[in-house]
């Protein structure tokens, strides 16, 4: 893993004579599979594979390496991964950096989770020390398909990492209600490209549903909107389960009270249901031209019905 330790610009990173046992990660870790790491003042071909059960298998340049990893089973406070990772094997030539790592050569980096499915990789626990990017290639069969289900979160998990995460990607805090069992979050955030309304429910501590809102917009915007908000989930989780589309996306001039209908995508991941859809602004007067697309996630109910009747 040559962008471990050659890192741009002379920055520092921590190395250790120790070497560090394969462990392998929680079942379904985002971190299982093959990246592509993309480092801004490089075109060097570097790619990863890292498997399930706590080795790895990396291609830098020349080198040719494989390696133990640990990493954790959740993100910190602060909403970084740690990775550990040490070189078991290596065919001595030169990696992208130009360096031959020798076998036992341990390094310690911080993975940031981007809510597309990437990880920022970074020498510290800070977004302003990031220096590459991993972009997944493939996953491996045996884990759930695609990113988490909301940003870097999946239905069930814990919220406790939620402010921390979202701080660390530039969010700005809304007002937060906190009133046990049910606490809801929000934010103002940013995906593609664009100022979003992030919202979390979380009911006992765990993430219980969750909705991005995109700003209000003429119909023609917010068709553009849903094609690229659908786009970056196909990306992610594949093909929708089920989606409608109207024959004439480019007008709702016929729309009234009483008759309009929008496109509507929906995907089911791991007992979850993401939901992409656009509303309009006042449900009653869809003829106005106000509209803005949303990104709801749920519990998938049949999902659940059957868990619960086993």
Not at 15 to 22: M, N
Request: charged fraction near 15%; proline fraction near 6%.
């Amino acid at each position: 893993m040559a962008s471990l330790r050659s890192l741009p610009f002379g920055a520092a990173i921590s190395y250790f004579a120790a070497v560090c046992f394969a462990r392998p990660p929680a079942s379904g870790h985002p971190i299982i599979g093959t990246w592509d790491v993309v480092v801004s003042t490089t075109s060097c071909q570097d790619t990863w594979q890292i498997r399930s059960d706590g080795t790895t298998h990396n291609i830098s340049g020349s080198e040719e390496s494989t390696s133990d990893y640990v990493i954790t089973d959740q993100p910190s406070e602060n909403g970084f991964f740690v990775l550990d990772d040490t070189i078991t094997e290596s065919n001595g030539k030169p990696d992208c950096g130009g360096s031959k790592t020798p076998v036992g050569d341990r390094a310690v980096v911080y993975l940031l989770p981007t809510p597309d499915g990437k990880f920022r990789l970074c020498p510290k626990a800070s977004l302003n020390s990031c220096y590459a990017l991993m972009i997944r290639l493939s996953q491996e069969s045996s884990t759930p398909t695609g990113a988490a289900a909301f940003r870097a979160i999946d239905i069930g998990q814990s919220c406790s990492t939620v402010n921390a995460w979202e701080i660390a990607h530039g969010s700005k805090p809304n007002v937060t209600h906190a009133d046990a069992p049910l606490e809801v979050y929000s934010y103002s955030a940013e995906d593609l490209g664009r100022r979003i309304a992030v919202r979390y429910m979380c009911y006992n501590g765990k993430l219980s549903s969750a909705q991005s809102s995109f700003p209000r917009e003429p119909w023609s915007a917010a068709v553009e909107t849903y094609r690229n908000a659908y786009g970056l989930l196909k990306s992610s989780h594949g093909k929708p389960s089920t989606e409608t589309a109207l024959q004439n996306e480019n007008s709702n001039e016929t729309r009234s009270a009483n008759h309009w209908a929008t496109p509507i995508s929906a995907w089911q991941v791991s007992g979850t249901t993401i939901v992409l859809m656009i509303t309009p602004h006042q449900p009653l007067k869809p003829e106005v031209d106000d509209w803005h697309v949303t990104i709801s996630v749920g519990v998938n109910q049949k999902a659940a019905g059957r868990g619960g009747s086993r």
